[in-house]
């Protein structure tokens, strides 16, 4: 009988095979997590663009049946509470609120995630605090905060208002 010299060895993997699969496998799932992070700050954006445009659509509905008139109000933002802007209640299916409403913002820590508005009557701004930078092509740019802030505005009377700090 003619014996195997390595018969009687086990077969299987080495320690640093193993050290090497766990590191390729933490290195991929890194990479994931990292753009399932992007992806989902990228959706709250989507979101809060939407949102604006429902909140300016309700604004030109309450100006339409009120002689073109908006909502006079100092600063008011969604931060405040459930009905943070009862104007607007008959025009809105619910009260907007901010995906990470009352979070700090990441660009300003005197901000937070929150739908704001501010009217002069015949004026309108409408701001969020953006997770992402907007580019200044975007049509919700916003110069006076340009790292941080997606606007809606309506300037009928003062075409500066859009420009404006407030």
Not at 99 to 104: A, I, K, M, R
Request: aromatic content about 10%; charged content about 15%; glycine content about 6%.
């Amino acid at each position: 009988m003619i014996f195997n010299k390595f018969s009687n060895t086990k077969r299987g993997f080495t320690l640093i095979e193993l050290l090497v699969v766990v590191a390729i496998i933490g290195v991929l799932s890194s990479v994931v997590l990292t753009s399932l992070t992007s992806a989902r700050s990228r959706a709250r954006d989507a979101a809060r663009r939407q949102t604006l445009r429902s909140i300016a659509t309700a604004l030109e509905s309450y100006a339409s049946d009120n002689g073109g008139n908006y909502p006079a109000l100092g600063w008011i933002a969604s931060s405040q509470g459930a009905t943070w802007f009862p104007a607007l209640s008959s025009y809105l299916t619910q009260q907007p609120h901010d995906p990470l409403d009352g979070t700090v913002c990441k660009w300003d820590a005197n901000q937070v995630y929150a739908y704001a508005y501010i009217s002069d009557g015949n004026n309108y701004k409408l701001v969020a605090c953006a997770e992402n930078q907007p580019s200044a092509s975007d049509p919700m740019y916003d110069a006076q905060r340009p790292r941080m802030v997606f606007m809606v505005c309506q300037a009928r009377t003062n075409q500066a208002y859009c420009g404006m700090g407030i």
